[in-house]
Nanobody, 123 residues
Framework: QLQLVESGGGLVQPGGSLRLSCAAS????????IGWFRQAPGKEREGVSC????????YYADSVKGRFTISRDNAKNTVYLQMNSLKPEDTAVYYC????????????????WGQGTQVTVSS
């Protein structure tokens, strides 16, 4: 059974860093595009970043470009989201998602989702 489990969320002060992990079980991540999405209270879920399954191409939302870095370790079957220079507006539940295709960005293109991990940026 395909499963994604996020971890690494927590409370951090503005300007701080966190690294989120998305561990896959029941399947091999090698052939899956992975996306990170987030949903803040009262807002719709939005795309944050994604990484292709083929050539490692990445994409970032403008709001996180230059601060967040997505990476994948296929040997560990895990994808990471390194978040630096965090801002209060980054506060949200962060979800990872996967789909068996080289590339995707739209939320509707992802068939498998994790349960989410809370990130709170506050002083």
């Amino acid at each position: 059974q395909l499963q994604l489990v996020e971890s690494g969320g927590g409370l951090v002060q503005p300007g701080g860093s966190l690294r989120l992990s998305c561990a896959a079980s029941g399947f091999t991540l090698d052939y899956y595009v992975i996306g990170w999405f987030r949903q803040a209270p009262g807002k719709e879920r939005e795309g944050v970043s994604c990484i292709s399954s083929s050539d490692g191409s990445t994409y970032y939302a403008d709001s996180v470009k230059g601060r967040f870095t997505i990476s994948r370790d296929n040997a560990k079957n895990t994808v990471y989201l390194q978040m630096n220079s965090l801002k209060p507006e980054d506060t949200a539940v962060y979800y990872c998602a996967a789909d068996l295709r080289p590339w995707a960005w739209r939320e509707s293109d992802f068939g498998s989702w994790g349960q989410g991990t809370q990130v709170t940026v506050s002083s």
